[in-house]
């Protein structure tokens, strides 16, 4: 059998995925540990989908086979989901952001399981895909649509009416809330203008967020380099075939994917964006996963004595997060800058003991204020409030972001000493131990609390109104030290 075909079927396989407790499914849809004999086939039979969307449909399911050990989703997600999706509203996928396959995974599964009931989506993608020879066409052909960045007012006319007929048409919308692919796994702060667009229209909508989860991504190398300062690559069918041929080569290994959909978010005229957005986003960190590949890779690089794998696990599930397990941890330890990414797949859910043991420290407030879309809940196991592990498990995830805090402020100097050539770009180059991202927001920390302005140059910084104040931020970043 090629596939499931009923939302009823469960195979025994997917019934031992559900082992972490959270009585969550996990469906198999691709990857290597998918029994499918034949995709061409596969792909023929399947009812929904234009020839160029079959196309993409079959090269899809072969990468994946190609990178990946499997691919899941969660059914009993998007099927509760469903259930409260009014009849007749205007549908808008809204998956997380993380590498180029985040375009094509989800209709990818709306192709692979029909019975979902969705309908393959029309894409917004950045208007550099349509220029690429040959595929920029199939794009188009496969549901795309191009949006340019930093719209002048005639670009946004042109875009509502092209959304405006889309939605007249009841068409199924994919946008990118976060706008661009996030290099360090963060959840960056959600953009508004496609979703204005369709506010515009009148027509009531539900967002489905959905909640792409990766051992490790395909880009990872370029990504690896721009948070080490360089700049971002241009999009080229050079770079592509490169990657192509890394890929047949078997150097692309990805591990586990895991897609999973949240509560459904009503958006309709009246609606304030910012509280949509803030609700969509809340969603996405919510459903994104763990795996014990990102686990382990916690404990090898920031050992806590008394802790192991199980230990870590079971304290986040304890605090509403999910561990899928993974063999991927067996090709090899990542290096100290990936795993400081993949901690943004799970250390969110300990935000609220952070805040509160961090009171007074600015690095870790204004880190949890900026990306701690989730306010998870109130804790319910006991034994987790009074275990001093968690104590040092908090002091070793944020200790490296106060450390760069601490380092921008001490860039800086005193008062008055020249700003020039200090920019988050240089301080990382000269520090590769630093975080580009953590960087970055202790500017932005600084400059919201008028201790820096904003240069003439873009990326440029001047002393403020309350510039003497820097002393006491450098001196509020410090931390404990960790138990040994």
Known sequence: MDQPQTRLFRSTRDLAHTADGSGASEVCVGGRAHARHSHLRWVLRQPNGTGVIRLFGYVVAKVLRRTADEVTFDQDSFDSALDHVPDGTLVIIAPSHRSYIDFLLCSFLFFARPDLGIAIPHIAAAEEFSKIPVLGWLFEKANAFFVKRGMRKKDYVELTARVTELVRHKQTLQIF??????RARQFLAPRHGLLKCIQETGQPATILPIAISYDRVTEE?????????????????????????????GQIKIGRVHI?????????????????????????????????FHLQSFLEHDPIEGADLDWLRAAIVERGGRVL???????GKPGDLLERCMRYQWMHVFYTEARTAFLENPAVQHHIARNGFLQTPAMSGEHFRSDPRIDDLLIRIFAPICRDYALVADSLGDPGDALDGITAVEIVRQH???????VEAAFEALVSQRILGHGEARGTYRWSRRADDIYAFRRGCELPVASV
């Open 177 to 182: 809330l976060e706008g661009t692919r996030s």
């Open 221 to 249: 190398a370029s990504f690896l380099d721009e948070l080490q300062g360089d700049p971002k690559p241009e999009m080229m069918l050079r770079a592509l075939t490169a990657w192509t041929t890394r890929m047949l080569r």
């Open 260 to 292: 999973a959909c949240g509560t459904p978010i009503k958006l309709d005229k009246f609606d304030h964006l910012r509280s949509v957005t803030g609700a969509v986003m809340g969603q996405l960190q919510q459903k994104t996963v763990a795996t014990t």
């Open 325 to 331: 397990d993974s063999e991927c941890g067996a090709r």
């Open 432 to 438: 590769p131990s630093a975080f580009l991202p953590d």
